[in-house]
């Protein structure tokens, strides 16, 4: 099913040499508000924007699985053993929609898990960061859901087809996540002592990553500009990021729990969050590769692979062609 060429290679992804007539009419259907689906003409670099943006969410939530399921055996009592493994599960699950959706772009899902064992493709920064205790695995099933929630929300209005209908049902799940995530951290933030240090100590560690996770600050965004315009990405990065301070930091300090920023602050005349430059350089190492746990997460992958080997060639043929899913 999934063997074949890539028909997105050699696709001209300069727009001067894209027929213009169709280019104007691809660009007037999208600020109409019409969907583009797969068999729908578009322009190469349409094309090779999408790849790049779904696979990187889709990788990044297969890898998101890893720092919470190391938890599931671990998770206090069995209702929140039950809720993570369901989580975990539904994370997978949301990796599997979005390699299908970038496939009806025409990458192989083959070539895609190859980019991400060797290290090609990028996923989301805030997974390469450990997950030390119970509450680093709830703050993740909180916070960090939130963020991502903020960011699909925006994205799940947007122009191509497939991936709006994946985002769509994600949605619909991160919504439960956040929930069991917040009812897991308001249990250890009414807790004992020991319980409010370990969630606060959770947030210390994760507030740095999460204000990342949003990517670099808008005049340093390299894609915005044209995702923006073909309405792939339906805020910035600093909308999303202003907008999660906005939902986020007021439950946060509702719970007695303190952000650890000292310049967090909301200005009332512009309406805008002002918080400490996060630190840029830390983002673009942990991209690059060299996180706290990069090479693990990877490793776990490549292991996963290598073990379905065999399972891949019984009931793979090699003489069948690839068929590009349409949604
Ligand atoms: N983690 C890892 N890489 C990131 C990142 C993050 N949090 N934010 C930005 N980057 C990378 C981009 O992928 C890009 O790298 P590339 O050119 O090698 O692909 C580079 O930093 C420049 O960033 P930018 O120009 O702002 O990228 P973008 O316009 O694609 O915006 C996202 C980045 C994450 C906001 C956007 O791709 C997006 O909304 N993705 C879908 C949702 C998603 O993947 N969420 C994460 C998991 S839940």
């Known amino acids: 099913m999934y063997g074949g060429g890539n028909i997105f290679e050699n696709v ?14 691809f660009e007037a259907r999208i600020n109409r508000g019409e969907k583009i689906e797969p068999m729908d003409w578009m322009p190469g670099l349409y094309r090779k924007q999408l790849i ?14 890893l720092p919470e399921g190391t938890w599931i055996t671990r998770a206090p009592g069995f209702k929140r053993k039950l809720s993570l493994m369901a989580k975990v599960q539904d994370e997978v699950g949301h990796a599997q929609l979005l390699y299908s959706a970038a496939e ?30 119970w509450a680093d695995a709830t703050i993740i099933s909180w916070i960090v859901d939130a963020g991502a929630i903020v960011n699909q929300l925006a994205n799940l209005k947007g122009s191509y087809g497939p991936y709006c209908r994946a985002l769509d049902r994600i949605c619909a799940e991160e919504s439960f996540h956040l ?15 020991l319980q409010r240090k370990m969630v606060q100590e959770a947030l210390n560690r994760w507030w ?10 808008d005049k340093a965004s390299v894609h915005s500009e044209i995702l923006m315009r ?41 309406g805008q969050w002002e918080y ?3 630190d840029w350089e830390e983002f673009k190492r942990v991209i690059n590769g060299d996180g706290p746990c ?13 073990r379905g080997a065999w399972m891949r060639k019984a009931i793979l043929k090699k003489e069948t062609e690839y068929v590009m899913p349409l949604a």
């Open 12 to 25: 001209p992804v300069d727009l001067e040499s894209e027929d213009q007539e169709k280019l104007a009419a």
């Open 276 to 278: 400490t430059e996060p």
């Open 104 to 133: 009806t772009l025409g990458k192989p899902r083959e070539a895609m898990i190859n980019d991400l064992i060797t290290g090609k493709s990028k996923y989301s920064n805030i997974f390469n960061y450990p997950a030390f205790t």
């Open 230 to 270: 073909w309405k792939v990405k339906m805020a910035s990065n600093d909308e999303n990021r202003q907008q999660f301070l906005d939902m986020y930091v007021p439950k946060i300090w509702e719970l007695g729990l303190t952000v650890p920023d000292p310049n967090l602050n909301k200005n009332n005349e512009s």
């Open 208 to 217: 740095p990553p999460m204000m990342h996770f949003f990517g670099p600050p």
């Open 294 to 306: 990069n090479a693990e997460r990877l490793a776990v992958r490549r292991f996963a692979e290598e």
């Open 52 to 65: 790049r943006m779904i696979e990187q969410h889709a990788h990044s939530e297969i890898i998101g699985a």
């Open 179 to 193: 929930k069991y995530g917040h009812h897991a951290v308001i249990h250890l933030a009414t807790g004992s002592p």
